[in-house]
Antibody, heavy 121, light 107 residues
Framework: EVQLVESGGGLVQPGRSMKLSCAASGFTFNNYDMAWVCQAPKKGLEWVATISYDGSSTYYRDSVKGRFTISRDNAKSTLYLQMDSLRSEDTATYYC??????????????WGQGVMVTVSS | DIQMTQSPASLSASLGETVTIECRASEDIYSNLAWYQQKPGNSPQLLIYDANSLADGVPSRFSGSGSGTQYSLKINSLQSEDVASYFCQQYNNYPFTFGSGTKLEIK
């Protein structure tokens, strides 16, 4: 059974940093591109970042470029999101998601349960 | 960026009815579209991919159609467990973008 379990969220002050983790199991992690998607309270979904199966390629939405870094440790089957210079508008639930195939054009077929990040003083 | 315009924002229907949710892309996305269901308090789950392919384990009362810029999700024989929010998503181009969602309730 595919499982994605996020951790590392909580309350953080504006301008500070936070690192999220996503532990994957039930599939061969290093065969799949992975992504982070966020959802602000009572709002819709926003793609944040994607990383290729081997970590060689990364993609970010404009609003997080230069502040967030997506990475992975295939030996530990774990995905990360380093979030620096956090802003109040980054407050959201962050989901780890698996991309279904190796094609660029592919959907998210599994999602974690999400972790809440609150940016507030 | 590709804008995804989803309608309606909310929908109320009776058990057993058929409902349709629409999604319009601001440019051709070549059927690179998925539909997700998000039940209250839960994470999104994949329903439909490539505009009309049913994801594993999804009941056959769900179906997707469309091409180019216009897509729809149809739910036949509405069940109580279908109460949820539904989102479309294009994965044709970065940045991947989602529709604003449709909240489905039972009358």
């Amino acid at each position: 059974e595919v499982q994605l379990v996020e951790s590392g969220g909580g309350l953080v002050q504006p301008g500070r940093s936070m690192k999220l983790s996503c532990a994957a199991s039930g599939f061969t992690f290093n065969n799949y591109d992975m992504a982070w998607v966020c959802q602000a309270p009572k709002k819709g979904l926003e793609w944040v970042a994607t990383i290729s199966y081997d970590g060689s390629s990364t993609y970010y939405r404009d609003s997080v470029k230069g502040r967030f870094t997506i990475s992975r440790d295939n030996a530990k089957s774990t995905l990360y999101l380093q979030m620096d210079s956090l802003r109040s508008e980054d407050t959201a639930t962050y989901y780890c998601a698996r991309r279904a195939t190796g094609f660029i054009t592919t959907e998210f077929d599994y999602w974690g349960q999400g972790v809440m990040v609150t940016v507030s003083s | 960026d590709i804008q995804m315009t989803q309608s309606p924002a909310s929908l109320s229907a009776s058990l057993g009815e058929t409902v349709t949710i629409e999604c319009r892309a601001s440019e051709d996305i070549y059927s690179n579209l998925a539909w997700y269901q998000q039940k209250p308090g839960n994470s999104p789950q994949l329903l439909i991919y490539d505009a009309n392919s049913l994801a594993d384990g999804v009941p056959s009362r769900f179906s997707g159609s469309g091409s180019g810029t216009q897509y729809s999700l149809k739910i036949n024989s509405l069940q109580s467990e279908d109460v949820a929010s539904y989102f479309c998503q294009q994965y044709n181009n970065y940045p991947f973008t989602f529709g604003s969602g449709t909240k489905l309730e039972i009358k």
